[in-house]
């Protein structure tokens, strides 16, 4: 078989999303935000708060409005420069749906049944579920392809998403044969934060959707919120080891170690150097001032972008512009690779 799908040799361009769906939380922060940043210096980047993804489960049409600006203004307070990076909301830019629609007629039933993330979110009634929840997966890969991003930071939970994104592109460039059309996206998952776990229970991730608020630590928490969280955090009664093995059937005690090491820009063992042997009552209000130091502010930053509407729109304006006029001439190429009629 020819390698249709390495063959790509356009630029290197990143691309990601996140829904405008509640708080976000220390995992969105470590485990794509923290990335989104250090990114913008060395790569063209796109950044998008995807609306339209949003909308596969119920939204109030006035809370996403004001969620989609939440986004924008944590990405900001992050430290996206919108001089660099292009910020923009997912459906400002139309090209997304476009292809999307092609990639439907390109994606099996089989690859999307596969799915776990539709699984988890149908729950156990399928029946029910919108027919964009399904589809999800495949609005993904035009948001990625549509911009012929090379590159997508996102937390461990999408990994799968990124391969169904992959086998589309290349399905799409072998089937019309247009080698090297579409890059295979690769994600960048890879580094501390990748999977940061909820609070109350270490084998589950850190989720927006989790019932109990105590799970996570929100970015629009104050700094009492967040320590208070720490304190009530689970752990076991046992210190801190000396080495990283000794936590392997310790979940909640491992991810504190992770969040520490992760925030600290350090390994988890050299965590363990310092704190081997302590207890929780030690070990806790290190973390906390860790993490109160960290994302205070960030927290500062997000509430000042907020005070300020006008300047986010304006943002998001500049944003979707930039972004449109990256997607077009490949939605034309696509329709003409994929026959189209146009006027000759
Ligand atoms: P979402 O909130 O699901 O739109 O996710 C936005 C981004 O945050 C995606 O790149 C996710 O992979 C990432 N993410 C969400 N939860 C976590 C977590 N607990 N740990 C690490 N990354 C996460
Ligand atoms: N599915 C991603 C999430 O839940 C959000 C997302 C939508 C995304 N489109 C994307 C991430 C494209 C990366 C690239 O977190």
Same mark, same amino acid.
Not at 23 to 39: C, D, I, M, Q, T
Not at 169 to 184: I, L, M, T, V, W
Not at 312 to 334: C, F, M, N, Q, W
């Given at each position: 078989?020819?390698?249709?799908?390495?063959?790509?040799?356009?630029?290197? %361009?990143?691309?990601?999303?996140?829904?405008?769906?509640? &708080?976000?939380?220390?995992?969105?922060?470590?485990? !794509? #935000?923290?990335?989104?940043?250090?990114?913008?210096? =060395?790569?063209? *980047?796109?950044?998008?708060?995807?609306?339209?993804? !949003?909308?596969?489960?119920?939204?109030?049409?006035?809370?996403?409005?004001?969620?989609?600006?939440?986004?924008?203004?944590?990405?900001?307070?992050?430290?996206?420069?919108?001089?660099?990076?292009?910020?923009?909301?997912?459906?400002?830019?139309?090209?997304?749906?476009?292809?999307?629609?092609?990639?439907? *007629?390109? +994606?099996?039933?089989?690859?999307?049944?596969?799915?776990?993330?539709?699984?988890?979110?149908?729950?156990?009634?399928?029946?029910?579920?919108?027919?964009?929840?399904?589809? @999800?997966?495949? #609005?993904? $890969?035009?948001?990625?392809?549509? @911009?012929?991003?090379?590159?997508?930071?996102?937390?461990?939970?999408?990994?799968?998403?990124?391969?169904?994104?992959?086998?589309?592109?290349?399905?799409?460039?072998?089937? @019309?044969?247009?080698?090297?059309?579409?890059?295979?996206?690769?994600?960048?998952?890879?580094?501390?934060?990748?999977?940061?776990?909820?609070?109350?229970?270490?084998?589950?991730?850190?989720?927006? =959707?989790?019932?109990?608020?105590?799970?996570?630590? &929100?970015?629009?928490?104050? +700094?009492?919120?967040?320590?208070?969280?720490?304190?009530?955090?689970?752990?076991?009664?046992?210190?801190?080891?000396?080495?990283?093995?000794?936590? =392997?059937?310790?979940?909640? +005690?491992?991810?504190?170690?992770?969040? @520490? /090491?992760?925030? &600290?820009? *350090?390994?988890?063992?050299?965590?363990?150097?310092?704190?081997?042997?302590?207890?929780?009552?030690?070990?806790?209000?290190?973390?906390?001032?860790?993490?109160?130091?960290?994302? /205070?502010?960030?927290? &500062?930053?997000?509430?000042?972008?907020? +005070?300020?509407?006008?300047?986010?729109?304006?943002?998001?304006?500049?944003?979707?512009?930039? $972004? %449109?006029?990256?997607?077009?001439?490949?939605?034309?190429?696509?329709?003409?690779?994929?026959?189209?009629?146009?006027?000759?």
């Amino acid at each position: 078989m020819t390698d249709t799908a390495n063959s790509y040799t356009g630029p290197e %361009r990143v691309f990601s999303g996140v829904q405008p769906t509640g &708080n976000l939380h220390l995992g969105n922060y470590l485990g !794509a #935000l923290r990335k989104f940043v250090l990114l913008q210096d =060395s790569h063209d *980047c796109i950044f998008s708060v995807v609306d339209l993804h !949003a909308i596969t489960m119920p939204q109030e049409p006035g809370a996403l409005k004001e969620n989609t600006r939440q986004i924008a203004a944590a990405f900001l307070a992050a430290g996206l420069d919108p001089d660099k990076a292009i910020i923009f909301a997912q459906s400002s830019s139309p090209a997304h749906m476009e292809l999307c629609w092609y990639f439907n *007629c390109v +994606a099996r039933m089989g690859w999307l049944e596969r799915m776990t993330q539709f699984k988890e979110k149908a729950g156990k009634d399928k029946e029910r579920a919108s027919v964009g929840l399904f589809d @999800y997966p495949v #609005l993904q $890969a035009a948001d990625i392809l549509v @911009y012929k991003a090379t590159h997508v930071p996102v937390g461990e939970d999408q990994k799968q998403h990124l391969e169904l994104s992959r086998d589309i592109a290349e399905k799409f460039n072998r089937e @019309y044969d247009a080698p090297g059309f579409f890059p295979q996206p690769e994600p960048l998952i890879k580094g501390p934060g990748a999977r940061i776990m909820s609070l109350k229970d270490g084998t589950k991730k850190m989720s927006k =959707s989790d019932p109990s608020d105590l799970s996570r630590i &929100n970015l629009t928490d104050d +700094a009492d919120t967040m320590a208070r969280k720490i304190k009530k955090a689970k752990t076991d009664p046992e210190p801190l080891p000396a080495s990283m093995n000794e936590l =392997s059937d310790r979940p909640e +005690a491992r991810n504190l170690v992770g969040i @520490y /090491a992760a925030l &600290n820009g *350090c390994e988890d063992q050299d965590v363990l150097n310092e704190y081997g042997g302590q207890g929780f009552g030690a070990f806790k209000p290190a973390l906390s001032e860790l993490v109160v130091e960290s994302l /205070a502010p960030i927290t &500062n930053r997000f509430n000042e972008w907020l +005070a300020d509407p006008a300047a986010i729109d304006a943002v998001l304006e500049k944003g979707g512009e930039r $972004a %449109r006029a990256i997607a077009a001439p490949v939605i034309s190429d696509v329709r003409d690779i994929m026959g189209f009629w146009k006027k000759g």
